[in-house]
């Protein structure tokens, strides 16, 4: 199984910017889905942009215009580009991958989930 490690959250003042990364633990030979998620205190996780197939995204309408996903073509996980960061963007922020890597010469498909990294937006 492939494991996801994110990086990048942090505490940022409302208005500024932040960029996360997912690093995978091993060598992804393709994706059908991947995308950022996030959860804050007491709600659920929610989805935050995605990237599907071969390259449509879709972003949750509160984050439009301010976030942008990415694919890192080199390690076949997404990032996220967030400017213009607001308290309400206050959340962990796990990534998420579903895609097929080799086991030997079998391939394998799986969906993982990062740990989460906190994203704080606060003066």
């Known amino acids: 199984q492939v494991q996801l490690v994110e990086s990048g959250g942090g505490l940022v003042q409302p208005g500024g910017s932040l960029r996360l990364s997912c690093a995978p633990s091993?060598?992804?030979?393709?994706?059908?889905?991947m995308g950022w998620y996030r959860q804050a205190p007491g709600k659920e996780r929610e989805l935050v942009a995605a990237?599907?197939?071969?390259?449509?995204?879709n972003y949750a309408d509160s984050v439009k215009g301010r976030f942008t996903i990415s694919r890192d073509n080199a390690k076949n996980t997404p990032s996220l580009q967030m400017n213009n960061l607001k308290p309400e963007d206050t959340a962990v922020y796990y990534c998420?991958?579903?895609?097929?890597?080799?086991?030997?010469?079998?391939?394998?498909?799986?969906?993982?989930w990062g740990q989460g990294t906190q994203v704080t937006v606060s003066s």
């Open positions: 998420n991958v579903q895609g097929t890597y080799y086991r030997g010469p079998y391939p394998r498909e799986f969906t993982s």
């Open positions: 091993g060598s992804i030979f393709s994706t059908s889905a």
């Open positions: 990237i599907i197939g071969g390259g449509s995204t």
